[in-house]
């Protein structure tokens, strides 16, 4: 299945597929076209990639985190959750730690103000 054709300007962006060279350039081309829509965003990417349960736990764990802090200079954040590698059939998608953090980082991104950030989420 190819990436999705999310649209660049959403606050929100899950971008996921088979093909690992598809879905690393159109999140690419996603993230670049926020910072050029967005150039006075504070930028950070946060990786995803994990091979067990606990390195996904930690990675959400920073994801949230990112979420959760103010940007430096106020104007907003463009956050990219780069490579997830634990969002697919696997068992580490159903532990109990993955569900909980990815449970935590959608309430976070409810809670916080529409156009605050920006969230790219990659996954293969």
Do not use: N
């Amino acid at each position: 299945m190819p990436p999705s054709k999310a649209s660049a300007s959403s606050d929100f962006v899950l971008i996921c597929g088979q093909d690992d060279h598809a879905t690393r350039q159109r999140s690419k081309q996603v993230y670049e076209r926020w910072i050029s829509d967005c150039p006075d965003h504070e930028q950070e990417i946060v990786d995803g990639s994990a091979a067990t349960v606990s390195e996904a736990s930690q990675a959400l764990s920073r994801c949230l985190e990112a979420l959760q802090t103010l940007s430096f200079f106020g104007a907003g954040k463009l956050i990219w959750f780069r490579h997830c590698t634990f969002l697919g059939e696997e068992k580490m998608a159903a532990s109990k730690a993955v569900t909980e953090g990815l449970a935590a980082v959608v309430q976070e991104v409810q809670q916080v103000g529409e156009g605050s950030f920006r969230l790219l989420i990659s996954a293969v």
